[in-house]
T-cell receptor
Framework: DAMVIQNPRYQVTQFGKPVTLSCSQT?????MYWYQQKSSQAPKLLFH???????NEADTPDNFQSRRPNTSFCFLDIRSPGLGDAAMYLC????????????FGPGTRLTVL | GENVEQHPSTLSVQEGDSAVIKCTYSDSASNYFPWYKQELGKGPQLIIDIRSNVGEKKDQRIAVTLNKTAKHFSLHITETQPEDSAVYFCAASIRNTGNQFYFGTGTSLTVIP
């Protein structure tokens, strides 16, 4: 089945130790999104790629970076995780940028010790 | 930018009863309104969506209504079942702004057997 896959599902890192989260998709969608979701809150958009065009949200901390080496893969890099970065990180895709369903992956739960 | 409000934040219903969740939005340029269901530890899954040129859409036990004049839309679940228990998020997307979703704050629905 076509889907959005996130690895790992659970990630534990230490305060200040860089971490990379991975997302892949078999939907061949042009747009990929990264969201941060804290407990009992709505997903918060960090950034998105339209093809290779990177779009950062104004309030996304510089500590968060992203790479999209090809259509299928997108990575979230957290350069120096703080305790406040512990959250669920969701990857999503959509066919285009004009009002369409976003398909979400299962998420990666990040713990910062 | 768009602001989406969602009510109630928690909702408990008896199995077989109906559940209604309401959202309001602020930007009249919003034209796509999806509803997502999120189970514990999982990514959000689309359950139904509606576009601004339609007033109502139904899919089995789930329906969504949209009132563009009043800028509100509602999710209706009939004949609720325990497996409907989850957090539900509404969202709005403004045309031609990159398919960014503005999420409501979520409703935790509990269906009591």
């Amino acid at each position: 089945d076509a889907m959005v896959i996130q690895n790992p599902r659970y990630q534990v890192t230490q305060f200040g130790k860089p971490v990379t989260l991975s997302c892949s998709q078999t939907l061949n969608h042009n747009v990929m999104y990264w969201y941060q979701q804290k407990s009992s809150q709505a997903p918060k958009l960090l950034f998105h790629y339209y093809d290779k065009d990177f779009n950062n949200e104004a309030d996304t901390p510089d500590n968060f970076q992203s790479r999209r080496p090809n259509t299928s893969f997108c990575f979230l890099d957290i350069r120096s995780p703080g305790l406040g970065d512990a959250a669920m990180y969701l990857c999503a895709t959509s066919r285009d940028r004009f009002g369409n369903e976003q398909f979400f992956g299962p998420g990666t739960r990040l713990t910062v010790l | 930018g768009e602001n989406v409000e969602q009510h109630p934040s928690t909702l408990s219903v008896q199995e077989g009863d109906s559940a209604v969740i309401k959202c309001t939005y602020s930007d009249s340029a919003s034209n796509y309104f999806p509803w997502y269901k999120q189970e514990l530890g999982k990514g959000p899954q689309l359950i139904i969506d509606i576009r601004s040129n339609v007033g109502e859409k139904k899919d089995q036990r789930i329906a969504v209504t949209l009132n563009k004049t009043a800028k509100h839309f509602s999710l209706h679940i009939t004949e609720t079942q325990p497996e409907d228990s989850a957090v539900y998020f509404c969202a709005a997307s403004i045309r031609n702004t990159g398919n960014q979703f503005y999420f409501g704050t979520g409703t935790s629905l509990t269906v009591i057997p």
